[in-house]
């Protein structure tokens, strides 16, 4: 059975696209590692890369990557709109197919002490691979960000858990992790009214008492005068999307709105999807090992 | 962009383990082939193995697997229940993912003169790879079977379109062909009423006036005293498993009958499902390439 990991590192660089494209040549240097997509945002100035493939090699490819950037950003010349704390900001192992959630996190710790002690740059360990429930909360790791961690990581409680107790020079800190693969999704409603989605996300949505794992806003897509629920459903195992599609429409109905359709942004499991199909065909005894290209992956 | 051929060869073997063994020993011996499932029926002494690659070798891996089977099967001493004319009785090619069925239609022809020329073996190419339209339906191209093929085979209509004009001495004749995926669908009623389920696969079927790529029976299944339309969706890109579902859900409603489920036989193409959960959940511009594990198997 064959195990895959997807990392998706997001890299404090969005200005200098040939900074952007060496670090993505290192990752592709590693063999048996798929580079998927790239995302640069100047505004931001921030990349996100994603790539995918067996434990080993993604780490490497996150390794290098990771002392790719360190060499190539000076966070003392950094500025964007997004928080921040390293040249390497973030790097979070996602189980796909076969892998286990406890095998990401294994996975985490080994980069977070090569990071921490090959490359002297201290890192945090964030989500499911955190080992202080405070942390499993990205922007409590990333509080105050690069400027303010110079002087807060002294503190008992902001001590990194690997590398130096004190930030890198030029390459800040990282924080490591492990986590679901996160599905954006969009329901679009057949209203312009955005103040119907906006209580829809709010009655979907874990922060306000609904599912723990999906996050929702209601925007307006004003080029087409369409009210939409954006939502991020952060683990699709708990939450599949036919019950988040399903909870939506029959919120919507309470105001005589229908939802007119849905979109999936970027990449997502093909489970994610099958699951989907399994609810609606009402499906008895179907296994994932039924579909031809699984059982391609798996050999 | 990979492309893929499935391949489902039927050998007039299925009492002889040891001689289905060495078949299928000979397809896995090509380098690039998978061999995803392999099924034997004693009283229809017949064998079936699905194996899936890029076209030229799979196209090698069913040449040798004829030659190994014309070396092994003795037309003369097979009985069986299933029709059949030839030692290889029949090879199609299946297009999957980004393959086309001209390509297929092509690999058919390349193959059937291999076994027409090489191994002395009369071939009929059949379904979209027929040269004469009564050639598109199987079970006129066996007309006869092996047994009434030896004379019938002099007529100029039941002329093979590779091969000498006359049967080979122990292996027979063979079809080979191209075809879409067929999809084995049943749906489960919520009646112990058998006469339901056989006047909704009459109004589902093509032979009755239904969509013509569906062919459907009504049956009983005893052990749970559920009746079931038992389907075989034989173009899902025609008549997807989502319409099929809905269908039968409709016509169940006009006798108050539930559909309490349904289930896929066997393995079917990752867009047969897809293609579901874009329906239900109204999926705006989705496209199969946001499928992490497409991507994987694209690369």
New interface residues.
């Given amino acids: 059975m064959r195990k895959?990991v997807?990392c998706v590192p997001n890299f404090s660089e969005g200005r200098r696209p040939e900074v952007v494209a060496q670090i993505i040549d290192t990752i592709k240097s590693v063999e048996g590692v798929?580079v998927?997509g790239a995302s640069t945002d100047a505004s931001h100035n921030r990349a996100v890369v994603t790539f995918?493939g067996e434990p080993g090699p993604v780490k490497n490819a996150a390794f290098l990557a990771a002392a790719s950037a360190a060499e190539l950003i000076n966070m003392e010349e950094h500025q964007g709109a997004h928080p921040r704390i390293g040249a390497t900001d973030v790097i979070p192992f996602i189980p796909?197919?076969e892998s286990t959630m406890e095998e990401c996190v294994e996975l985490a710790r080994e980069l977070g002490r090569e990071i921490g002690y090959k490359l002297n740059i201290p890192v945090y360990l964030y989500e499911a691979a955190a080992t202080r429930p405070e942390r499993k909360n990205l922007p409590a790791v990333r509080k105050g960000e690069y400027e303010g961690l110079k002087t807060a990581i002294t503190r008992p409680e902001r001590q990194p858990d690997f590398g130096p107790p004190h930030l890198h020079p030029t390459a800040g800190a990282t924080a490591v992790g492990a986590r679901p693969p996160l599905v954006a999704y969009n329901i679009?409603l057949g209203t312009a009214d955005v103040v119907i989605a906006k209580a829809i996300a709010k009655s979907i949505r874990g922060s306000s008492g609904g599912y723990p794992s999906i996050k929702a806003l209601g925007v307006m897509l004003e080029d087409r005068q369409v009210a939409q629920v954006t939502i991020n459903v952060c683990n699709y195992k708990e939450v599949s999307?036919?019950r988040v599609?399903e909870t939506v429409k029959t919120e919507a109905a309470r105001y005589g709105v229908n939802?007119?359709?849905?979109?999936?942004v970027?990449?997502?499991?093909?489970e994610a999807?099958?699951d989907?199909?399994?609810?609606?065909?009402?499906?008895?005894?179907?296994s994932f090992n039924?579909?031809?290209?699984?059982?391609?992956?798996d050999?």
């Fill in positions: 895959l997807e798929r998927l995918l796909i197919g679009n999307l036919h599609f939802v007119i359709g849905s979109e999936i970027g990449l997502l499991p093909m999807l099958l989907a199909a399994d609810f609606y065909l009402r499906l008895e005894g179907f039924q579909v031809l290209e699984k059982r391609l992956l050999q």
